[in-house]
C-alpha cells in the first residue's frame, strides 16, 4: 500500500441554513474514516481552525444572495482544485429563491427595521450560475451517504454513484407501496432526482422535491394529474412546484404556468 | 392423476404452512401493509388478507372489504416475486487491495428457501419468463437458478379479474396447467370453505399426502372450474392480436410523441413489471481506497444512464425511450427468448402514476397504422 498526501478540504457556506454541512458531522463513525482520509483545513462548523487555500477539494453549502457573497465565490474557486457544491441552496437557489418571483425590496421593508443597512441582490442564485462546478450534489438536506459517496469517488478517483432517475426507483427498490397510486396523495416523486432513500413516501407523506428535479422531469404531466385525478386546485399545485428548488429550471417553469 | 386432487379445510389450511416451515422453507405469501397486498413473510393463514379485495385502475390502487372470509380474494400483490428471487439490490462480490493488486472475496450467503403462497397464473407465468432471461443460455444467473431451484410453489387461481387484468389475451392465464409444486382454488359455499388442492409435481404430492383431506366432489371441481371462467370472461381489458409484427413496423409512429407527453419516465412500469430484468453495475470503495464492493442494482431503460455509451446515451427524449420498453416488451422479446415479455398482469397500468394503459397505447398505435 502507498500512502498519499491527505488532501486539504474546506468547507464553506453562503445564504443557507448550515444542515447541510451538518450532514458531514453527522457522519458520526465515518467521520473518522473521513478525517483520516484528508485533512480539514476550513469548516467553522467543525472547528475553530481557518487555514488559508490552496484547498484540494472544497464544499460550498448556500445561494449567492449578496454582492459579497458573489465576489467571494469567485476568490473560494481560485483557491481549490474541486468545488463541489452541497445542498438545494447551493445547486438551485434554495427556499430563499423563492424572492425570484417577486421584488425583494418589499420583503426587506417588512423584515428590517433599518433596510437601507441590507446589501442584497434581487435574486438568490446557485453556485454554478457564477463559478465552474465540478459536482452538484442535490438535497434538502443532502444525504450524508451521497456525501460520504461523493467524497470517497473523490478521493479515489472515480465516478460518483449518484442517480439522476426519478425518486419513484428508490421507493420501489424499497418496497414502499406509491402514495399517490394507493392513497391519492400528491407526490412529486416521478419529477424529483432520487437520493433521500424514498424517505417521505416511506411515511406516508408525499415527495416534497427535496431533491430537485431529476434528469428528464415531465412536470405538466405530473401537474395535469395533480389538477385533474387528485382535484387539486392551481395554487396547491404552484406551491408543490414552488419550494426548497423553487428556482430550479423545471420547478420555475412549472410552477410560473399556475399563477 | 386423479389421486393428486384433493379437498382441503380451511382450518386444516394451517398445517400446510406448518409442514412447509418444517422443511425449511420461510413462507412468503400475499399480507396488507401500507394500505396494499404485498407478498411477504407470514407465520401461518391468520396473516392472509381476510375479506379483502382491491380496487384497481390506471394509476389507482384501493383495498376493498369483500364481506366474505376468502383469503384470497384479492388479485395480484403489488410487486412481484421477482422482489424475492432478483432482489433489487444485491451486493455480487467485495475485493481487497493486496500487493500491488487485489483479491476478490466472494459472498457466501446461503440462498433463501421460500415457499410462496397465493401466486396468480400472471405471476408463475412472469417467473418462467425470467428463467429464460436467467438461466436460458451459456451464462446462467447462479443466485437466480439457486433461489428459483430452493422455492416451493403453491399457485392460487383468480375467481375474479381485476379491472387491468388481460392475462386471457396474453394466454398466461387465469388458468394454470405447469410449473407449479400445488394448486388451490378457494371455494365458499354456505359454511363451507375448502380448497380444492391439486399437485403439480412430486414435492407437492408429497406435500398433500402428508395433509388433512378428502376426496374433492364433482361440485368442487365444477366450483373451480367456473372461478376460472369468470375470471377470463370479467377481464375488461386485451392486448390486440399481432401486436409483435405491429410495433416492428411502427417504430415511426406519431403515437410515440403523444405518449411521451404523458409519460414522465419514472420508470415506475419498469419496476412493477414481473418480467423487466434490467439492471446496472455499481462499483464503490471505502474511503481508504483499500476495500471495493461490486453492486447489482435493479435499473431502468427510462434512466439516462441506461442508454448511455461513449459519448452521451442514445435515447435522450421521452418518445425514444417509452418506444424502447413497449416494442421489447411486446415485440423484440419475442425473438429474444421465444415468448412475449407480457404476462397481461396490469401492474404497469396501475402504478402508472399518471395511469398509461399499455393495452390503449397498442390499440392507439394500430389506429394510427
Not at chain 1, 467524497?151 to 427498490?173: G, V
Not at chain 2, 380451511?10 to 412447509?20: E, I, S, T, V
Not at chain 2, 385502475?57 to 424475492?84: I, M, N, S, W
Given at each position: 500500500m502507498t500512502t498519499r498526501a491527505k488532501p486539504r478540504l474546506g468547507v464553506f457556506k453562503f445564504s443557507s441554513c448550515d444542515g447541510c454541512q451538518l450532514s458531514l458531522l453527522d457522519c458520526e463513525l465515518e467521520l473518522l474514516a473521513v478525517t483520516d482520509a484528508v485533512e480539514i483545513a476550513y469548516f467553522l462548523e467543525a472547528t475553530r481552525k481557518d487555514m488559508k487555500g490552496p484547498f484540494d477539494v472544497v464544499l460550498v453549502e448556500g445561494s449567492i444572495t449578496t454582492p459579497h457573497e458573489a465576489e467571494l465565490i469567485r476568490q473560494i474557486r481560485k483557491s481549490t482544485k474541486a468545488l463541489i457544491t452541497i445542498g438545494a441552496c447551493a445547486t438551485s437557489g434554495g427556499i430563499q429563491a423563492l424572492r425570484n418571483f417577486t421584488d425583494v425590496n418589499g420583503f426587506l421593508d417588512i423584515v428590517y427595521a433599518r433596510p437601507d443597512y441590507i446589501e442584497t441582490l434581487e435574486t438568490a442564485t446557485p453556485?454554478?450560475?457564477?463559478?465552474?462546478?465540478?459536482?452538484?450534489?442535490?438535497?434538502?438536506?443532502?444525504?450524508?451517504?451521497?456525501?460520504?459517496?461523493?467524497?470517497?469517488?473523490?478521493?479515489?478517483?472515480?465516478?460518483?454513484?449518484?442517480?439522476?432517475?426519478?425518486?419513484?426507483?428508490?421507493?420501489?427498490?424499497?418496497?414502499?407501496?406509491?402514495?399517490m397510486v394507493a392513497k391519492g396523495i400528491a407526490c412529486l416523486g416521478p419529477v424529483t432526482q432520487a437520493g433521500c432513500g424514498g424517505l417521505c413516501p416511506a411515511t406516508h407523506r408525499g415527495c416534497f422535491g427535496c431533491f430537485g428535479p431529476m434528469e428528464t422531469p415531465n412536470t405538466g404531466a405530473l401537474a395535469d394529474r395533480f389538477l385533474g385525478e387528485l382535484k387539486q386546485d392551481k395554487g396547491t399545485v404552484q406551491r408543490a412546484f414552488r419550494s426548497f428548488n423553487a428556482n430550479a429550471p423545471a420547478f420555475r417553469e412549472e410552477s410560473l404556468k399556475h399563477d | 392423476?386423479?389421486?393428486?386432487?384433493?379437498?382441503?379445510?380451511?382450518?386444516?389450511?394451517?398445517?400446510?404452512?406448518?409442514?412447509?416451515?418444517?422443511?425449511?422453507?420461510q413462507p412468503v405469501a400475499p399480507r396488507v401493509h401500507d394500505g396494499a397486498v404485498l407478498y411477504a413473510p407470514v407465520s401461518g393463514p391468520d396473516d392472509l388478507p381476510k375479506g379483502i379485495g382491491d380496487?384497481?385502475?390506471?394509476?389507482?390502487?384501493?383495498?376493498?372489504?369483500?364481506?366474505?372470509?376468502?383469503?384470497?380474494?384479492?388479485?395480484?400483490?403489488?410487486?412481484?416475486?421477482?422482489?424475492?428471487?432478483?432482489?433489487?439490490?444485491?451486493?455480487?462480490?467485495?475485493?481487497?487491495?493486496?500487493?500491488?493488486?487485489?483479491?476478490?472475496?466472494?459472498?457466501?450467503?446461503?440462498?433463501p428457501r421460500y415457499a410462496f403462497i397465493g401466486v396468480r397464473a400472471c405471476e408463475l407465468s412472469a417467473m418462467l419468463i425470467q428463467d429464460k432471461v436467467f438461466e436460458g443460455g451459456p451464462y446462467a444467473d447462479k443466485g437466480y437458478a439457486e433461489r428459483r431451484r430452493n422455492c416451493f410453489l403453491v399457485v392460487v387461481t383468480c375467481d375474479h379479474a381485476g379491472a387491468a387484468c388481460f392475462c386471457a389475451s396474453q394466454q398466461t392465464g387465469p388458468d394454470v396447467s405447469e410449473g407449479y409444486d400445488l394448486k388451490l382454488a378457494e371455494i365458499i359455499d354456505g359454511g363451507r370453505h375448502v380448497f380444492l388442492a391439486e399437485a403439480g409435481s412430486e414435492k407437492g404430492r408429497a406435500l398433500l399426502d402428508r395433509l388433512p383431506r378428502q376426496a374433492a366432489s364433482e361440485a368442487d371441481l365444477k366450483a373451480a372450474s367456473d372461478q376460472r371462467q369468470a375470471a377470463a370472461a370479467g377481464q375488461k381489458r386485451a392486448m390486440i392480436s399481432g401486436v409483435a409484427e405491429l410495433l416492428a413496423a411502427q417504430l415511426e409512429s406519431r403515437h410515440w410523441e403523444d405518449v411521451a407527453k404523458r409519460c414522465m419516465s419514472c420508470g415506475n412500469c419498469t419496476m412493477v413489471c414481473p418480467t423487466c430484468f434490467c439492471s446496472t453495475m455499481e462499483d464503490a470503495t471505502d474511503l481508504s481506497g483499500l476495500k471495493a464492493e461490486r453492486t447489482r442494482k435493479w435499473d431502468s431503460c427510462f434512466s439516462i444512464d441506461y442508454s448511455y455509451i461513449h459519448g452521451g446515451s442514445v435515447r435522450n427524449s421521452g418518445a425514444s425511450r417509452y418506444r424502447q420498453w413497449m416494442t421489447h416488451k411486446l415485440s423484440h422479446w419475442v425473438k429474444q427468448f421465444g415468448v412475449s415479455g407480457c404476462v397481461g398482469c396490469g401492474r404497469c397500468i396501475i402504478w402508472c402514476p399518471v395511469g398509461i394503459d399499455i393495452t390503449a397505447e397498442a390499440k392507439a398505435i394500430l389506429k394510427g397504422a
Open positions: 453556485i454554478a450560475e457564477h463559478v465552474a462546478v465540478d459536482f452538484e450534489l442535490r438535497g434538502c438536506p443532502i444525504n450524508k451517504h451521497q456525501l460520504l459517496e461523493v467524497l470517497n469517488a473523490f478521493l479515489n478517483k472515480r465516478k460518483p454513484n449518484i442517480p439522476h432517475y426519478a425518486e419513484c426507483i428508490e421507493c420501489k427498490q424499497r418496497g414502499t407501496v406509491c402514495v | 392423476m386423479p389421486d393428486s386432487q384433493a379437498v382441503i379445510d380451511r382450518k386444516d389450511l394451517g398445517a400446510m404452512f406448518a409442514l412447509l416451515a418444517e422443511e425449511g422453507y380496487e384497481e385502475e390506471g394509476g389507482h390502487y384501493r383495498l376493498t372489504e369483500r364481506g366474505d372470509a376468502k383469503l384470497f380474494g384479492h388479485t395480484k400483490p403489488v410487486q412481484g416475486l421477482k422482489a424475492h428471487l432478483y432482489p433489487a439490490r444485491q451486493k455480487l462480490w467485495s475485493a481487497e487491495r493486496a500487493g500491488h493488486g487485489f483479491r476478490i472475496v466472494k459472498d457466501q450467503d446461503p440462498a
